[in-house]
């Protein structure tokens, strides 16, 4: 009986840790955004959030200019195009080097979640 007893309140013991992190993840609320920080990451953004998350106007122009810095593809010009959205219409201005890239970027912006039309207003430098 003192043995039984000793090994249920061992089991008890190494049991309790599972469930309490069991319980904190069945009540800890994931739906919402992460508040850890005022500067969060768009691409993880996306990802937690997928196609369901209506993103603001300000998250979809964080979001293309995050693209924009990341993609090995565009010169340093089209990096740091100005970018603006206004109800899912986003608004390209500034200097890239060439045509192709200018719509490039067009077709880039486009493509993204969220936004519905694309006004671009890049220049090509010569």
């Given amino acids: 009986m003192k043995r039984q007893l000793m090994t ?4 008890a013991l190494l049991a309790a840790p599972f469930a309490i992190q ?11 955004p992460d508040h850890k920080s005022m500067h969060s990451d ?7 959030y997928g196609h369901s ?6 998250d979809l122009a964080k979001m293309i200019q995050y693209d924009l810095q990341r993609d090995k593809d565009f010169s340093d010009e089209a990096k740091n195009i100005h970018v603006k959205v206004k109800n899912g219409h986003a608004s390209l201005s500034g200097d890239v080097r060439s045509i192709d890239e200018k719509d490039a970027l067009t077709q880039k912006v486009k493509a993204m979640d969220g936004i519905k039309s694309v006004d671009n207003q890049l220049k090509v430098r010569e």
């Avoid at 249920?8 to 089991?11: E, F, G, P, R």
């Avoid at 998350?53 to 300000?58: C, I, T």
């Fill in 42 to 48: 768009p691409k993880r953004d996306v990802a937690q």
């Fill in 22 to 32: 069991a319980q904190d993840a069945a009540t800890t609320d994931h739906s919402g």
């Fill in 53 to 58: 998350r209506n993103r603001s106007d300000k």
């Fill in 8 to 11: 249920l309140a061992l089991s």
